[in-house]
């Protein structure tokens, strides 16, 4: 009822035909925990005759006097239907003073401002909550229904509580439904609320702590304490195997039943918070085994099935004897150790079709074994050869409940219970039924959460590539990490493209965003570059190209790329950045590391943007440091803080590129708060000293290709490779012939660069990249090709700004030690 209303709707039928019938003015008064009125409606006015802005902050006690009482008003018995009032507590004043625990009820003849009597009915409810309310009363005159002529029984029908026994349709469903819901509920509390519903149309309001306190009176009901303390005893000797008393009622066995569905929901509701708490699947197998250990069984052993624990796709078909089970989980309350060596965990076996367990694995329902008998653990000791578990598990009770997920067998969990605790019963069935329904939901999500990261991670690791820790001229060491956000894979990525002229190109790139789609455009970017890079552009074109690309693929995703081509003989780097942090330059000279400042540009996907290109000069020993933004940024950190600690790290001295790497990788990795992918490269710019390379021109002229095979013998011979002399002579001879023929004006350039290997490179004006031809015995084209494709170690192909260069290696052979 709303604290302004001071009219309320009688709960009965019409008091009589006259007037408003069924309409009893109502005084409503709210007392406060020091016993001061804190509200005070115009009914109260109108009854007592005292305006509110009188009574707002007076001693409920002074403006509620009792004086000259009817001789029943304490513990009166009402007259009409409402017995339930017999005997019911304290008096107005006490329920004023504050001491109110239950609800009560009087009738009392008050004196009034005009000299006058009035008979009140009254009724106060105790309030708990957080405010500072503690009082509700409410008052009515007991004239109020004779001036419209009704009856005069009616008056006891104003009283806002209701009837214990009504023949409402369906009031018998609805009171056995609550106690399924509060299961502290009796099912006669649950009548007398149904009852309050149905009859009256008012709402139950309860407090709940320790125990209910209802705003309406318990009319007919025990005293909740004793009702309660007799529960508590009850259910003390159940648990402690005592005999039950002698005297038990309906209400004690009631009061039972509820106990133990109440305990069992508590239970299911307890194992439901301990599991699934993480998505990994060997910690969610161990959270399910101790999850009944010991409250509802002695020993737990979790069975799963092969694809099951190796995070492979969801398995199919139905278990047969030929199905392997993976014992992944043993928990226990025996002396340590003692399953250990019978029943070790990791082991995988099949189950017959005559043991409990494989009934439950192909019906997929709970199998419940009493007792284990001599018989039957026998036929279950059979499966383990060589060890005798007969002594762990005869005599004991077992339950054997499957852990299903989509109508599918995942697994099972094989539960006994010591000799001397109480056997499992029908009830124990359908709670571990429960509970492994629960169990097998957590175990298939954390396997499908594993199943699709090891997908995802195999997609990524198949996106990166396998860069050889040496190219022409610089050494090379690559670090991944992938996220620590659930769905860990990401776009970033690192690459090296081989060049022509013994050049070496860098990228790493970051395509934003989580997930597979992430990962699927980091490989589309990736491929792009590759095979940009392999046609030799320069930086800030491959930039341009690779943004036009992204445009076409879609405005979905953007990604950041750094791109940079190191040429060992000139000593130079070339770079273009789109929107990527910049790298880190470490000094060989002093050791002095440093950001090297070039443009930012806008990352590849916005379109539209120009990008620039720069050149460094770098020394022998320099290394260049490229790394994504998940390296250096840290949430509530600014990135500078991860650019500086970047550079620190980098100028850490250290034997080997994997140690520098790991060095960069512990200082920025163990700050805590990462949760981004990370992809790391970094490169060691050794140089090609100019004594390891030897350039020629030859004019446009067929007489020149003998002067091109005689110096390069002379060349090897003097670098001490004479064993590749005459490979290396006729290769170039097959290419000096070409470049000869197919030149347009312009000489044709030769180069021997000597690195990891023989790198020969012939240069001329023609754009016509040759091709490898298919010759037979009396084609005269195509020989050529074919020749230096079979003796090569690696050839090639590729488009200059002034026509092609068509390049060989060769082996080096082996130094004597």
């Keep these: 009822?709303?604290?302004?209303?001071?009219?309320?709707?009688?709960?009965?039928?019409?008091?009589?035909?006259?007037?408003?019938?069924?309409?009893?003015?109502?005084?409503?008064?709210?007392?406060?925990?020091?016993?001061?009125?804190?509200?005070?409606?115009?009914?109260?006015?109108?009854?007592?005759?005292?305006?509110?802005?009188?009574?707002?902050?007076?001693?409920?006690?002074?403006?509620?006097?009792?004086?000259?009482?009817?001789?029943?008003?304490?513990?009166?018995?009402?007259?009409?239907?409402?017995?339930?009032?017999?005997?019911?507590?304290?008096?107005?004043?006490?329920?004023?003073?504050?001491?109110?625990?239950?609800?009560?009820?009087?009738?009392?003849?008050?004196?009034?401002?005009?000299?006058?009597?009035?008979?009140?009915?009254?009724?106060?409810?105790?309030?708990?909550?957080?405010?500072?309310?503690?009082?509700?009363?409410?008052?009515?005159?007991?004239?109020?229904?004779?001036?419209?002529?009704?009856?005069?029984?009616?008056?006891?029908?104003?009283?806002?509580?209701?009837?214990?026994?009504?023949?409402?349709?369906?009031?018998?469903?609805?009171?056995?439904?609550?106690?399924?819901?509060?299961?502290?509920?009796?099912?006669?509390?649950?009548?007398?609320?149904?009852?309050?519903?149905?009859?009256?149309?008012?709402?139950?309001?309860?407090?709940?702590?320790?125990?209910?306190?209802?705003?309406?009176?318990?009319?007919?009901?025990?005293?909740?304490?004793?009702?309660?303390?007799?529960?508590?005893?009850?259910?003390?000797?159940?648990?402690?195997?005592?005999?039950?008393?002698?005297?038990?009622?309906?209400?004690?066995?009631?009061?039972?039943?509820?106990?133990?569905?109440?305990?069992?929901?508590?239970?299911?509701?307890?194992?439901?918070?301990?599991?699934?708490?993480?998505?990994?699947?060997?910690?969610?197998?161990?959270?399910?085994?101790?999850?009944?250990?010991?409250?509802?069984?002695?020993?737990?052993?979790?069975?799963?099935?092969?694809?099951?624990?190796?995070?492979?796709?969801?398995?199919?078909?139905?278990?047969?004897?030929?199905?392997?089970?993976?014992?992944?989980?043993?928990?226990?309350?025996?002396?340590?150790?003692?399953?250990?060596?019978?029943?070790?965990?990791?082991?995988?076996?099949?189950?017959?079709?005559?043991?409990?367990?494989?009934?439950?694995?192909?019906?997929?329902?709970?199998?419940?074994?009493?007792?284990?008998?001599?018989?039957?653990?026998?036929?279950?000791?059979?499966?383990?050869?060589?060890?005798?578990?007969?002594?762990?598990?005869?005599?004991?009770?077992?339950?054997?409940?499957?852990?299903?997920?989509?109508?599918?067998?995942?697994?099972?969990?094989?539960?006994?219970?010591?000799?001397?605790?109480?056997?499992?019963?029908?009830?124990?069935?359908?709670?571990?039924?429960?509970?492994?329904?629960?169990?097998?939901?957590?175990?298939?999500?954390?396997?499908?959460?594993?199943?699709?990261?090891?997908?995802?991670?195999?997609?990524?690791?198949?996106?990166?590539?396998?860069?050889?820790?040496?190219?022409?001229?610089?050494?090379?060491?690559?670090?991944?990490?992938?996220?620590?956000?659930?769905g860990r894979v990401g776009g970033d990525w690192f690459d090296s493209v081989k060049l022509p002229g013994a050049r070496t190109a860098f990228v790493v790139g970051d395509v934003m965003g989580h997930g597979l789609n992430s990962a699927a455009m980091m490989g589309q970017l990736r491929t792009a570059v590759q095979t940009m890079a392999a046609l030799d552009l320069p930086p800030a074109q491959l930039l341009r190209n690779l943004d036009d690309l992204a445009q076409r693929l879609g405005d979905t995703y953007l990604a950041t790329c750094l791109y940079a081509v190191y040429d060992p003989i000139a000593s130079e780097l070339h770079l273009a950045n789109a929107g990527h942090i910049p790298p880190v330059i470490v000094r060989a000279e002093d050791g002095r590391s440093e950001l090297f400042d070039l443009p930012t540009g806008a990352p590849i996907g916005v379109g539209g943007v120009p990008f620039e290109a720069v050149r460094l000069r770098v020394e022998p020993g320099d290394r260049l440091v490229m790394c994504t933004d998940g390296l250096v940024e840290m949430r509530g950190e600014d990135i500078g803080v991860g650019l500086a600690t970047l550079c620190e790290s980098a100028a850490h001295p250290a034997a080997s590129m994997d140690e520098a790497c790991d060095t960069i990788i512990r200082a920025l990795n163990t700050r805590g708060g990462r949760k981004d992918d990370v992809a790391l490269l970094m490169a060691r710019l050794n140089g090609i000293e100019p004594h390891d390379v030897a350039e020629w021109r030859l004019p446009l002229d067929a007489a020149q290709v003998p002067r091109a095979r005689a110096v390069v013998r002379e060349q090897l011979h003097d670098w001490g490779l004479d064993k590749l002399a005459d490979t290396a002579e006729l290769l170039v001879s097959e290419l000096a012939t070409n470049a000869v023929r197919h030149s347009g004006r312009r000489p044709v350039e030769m180069r021997l660069v000597r690195g990891d290997t023989l790198l020969c490179e012939v240069d001329d004006d023609d754009h016509e990249l040759p091709t490898l031809l298919s010759a037979g015995p009396g084609d005269e084209a195509g020989r050529g090709l074919r020749v230096v494709s079979t003796l090569a170690r690696e050839w090639g192909t590729s488009r200059t700004g002034t026509g092609k260069t068509v390049w060989f290696e060769l082996t080096l052979p082996r130094r004597r030690a």
């Design 1 to 486: 009822m709303d604290r302004g209303t001071d009219r309320a709707a009688s709960p009965s039928r019409p008091a009589g035909s006259g007037g408003e019938a069924g309409r009893v003015p109502l005084a409503v008064v709210v007392v406060d925990r020091e016993g001061l009125v804190s509200h005070w409606s115009s009914g109260a006015r109108r009854l007592f005759g005292i305006p509110k802005e009188s009574a707002i902050g007076l001693p409920a006690t002074d403006l509620l006097p009792v004086s000259g009482a009817l001789p029943e008003e304490r513990g009166t018995s009402l007259s009409g239907p409402h017995t339930a009032y017999d005997g019911l507590g304290p008096g107005l004043e006490s329920s004023l003073g504050g001491g109110l625990a239950y609800p009560a009820a009087g009738r009392a003849r008050l004196d009034v401002p005009d000299g006058g009597r009035a008979d009140v009915l009254w009724w106060a409810y105790p309030l708990v909550g957080p405010g500072p309310e503690r009082l509700l009363v409410l008052a009515a005159d007991t004239a109020g229904p004779h001036r419209g002529g009704g009856d005069e029984r009616a008056v006891e029908r104003i009283a806002p509580a209701f009837a214990l026994h009504t023949d409402f349709p369906g009031a018998e469903d609805l009171a056995r439904g609550l106690p399924e819901i509060l299961p502290s509920m009796s099912v006669g509390e649950s009548a007398r609320i149904v009852a309050q519903v149905l009859e009256l149309g008012y709402p139950v309001l309860e407090f709940s702590q320790n125990d209910r306190v209802p705003v309406t009176p318990d009319w007919g009901v025990p005293r909740r304490a004793e009702r309660k303390a007799r529960r508590e005893r009850l259910a003390h000797a159940v648990a402690a195997g005592e005999p039950l008393p002698a005297d038990l009622t309906a209400d004690d066995v009631e009061d039972l039943e509820h106990a133990a569905v109440r305990e069992r929901l508590e239970f299911l509701n307890e194992v439901s918070g301990r599991i699934g708490t993480s998505l990994d699947l060997s910690r969610t197998i161990v959270e399910v085994s101790r999850a009944v250990v010991p409250r509802f069984t002695d020993v737990a052993g979790t069975y799963l099935r092969e694809q099951v624990v190796a995070g492979e796709g969801f398995p199919d078909g139905v278990p047969d004897t030929t199905t392997l089970w993976h014992r992944v989980a043993l928990e226990h309350t025996d002396e340590p150790g003692r399953w250990d060596d019978v029943v070790p965990v990791g082991e995988a076996m099949p189950f017959p079709a005559h043991t409990p367990f494989f009934q439950c694995m192909t019906s997929g329902e709970p199998v419940l074994v009493p007792r284990i008998s001599e018989e039957l653990g026998h036929a279950i000791a059979s499966q383990f050869d060589k060890r005798d578990i007969r002594p762990l598990i005869t005599g004991r009770s077992m339950l054997v409940v499957p852990l299903k997920a989509r109508n599918v067998v995942l697994g099972f969990m094989i539960l006994l219970r010591h000799p001397e605790r109480v056997e499992f019963n029908d009830m124990d069935r359908v709670t571990g039924a429960e509970l492994a329904a629960r169990a097998g939901l957590v175990l298939d999500n954390a396997r499908m959460y594993t199943y699709q990261e090891s997908v995802a991670e195999t997609l990524q690791e198949s996106m990166l590539p396998h860069i050889p820790p040496r190219m022409a001229g610089c050494d090379i060491a690559t670090r991944y990490l992938p996220g620590t956000l659930l």
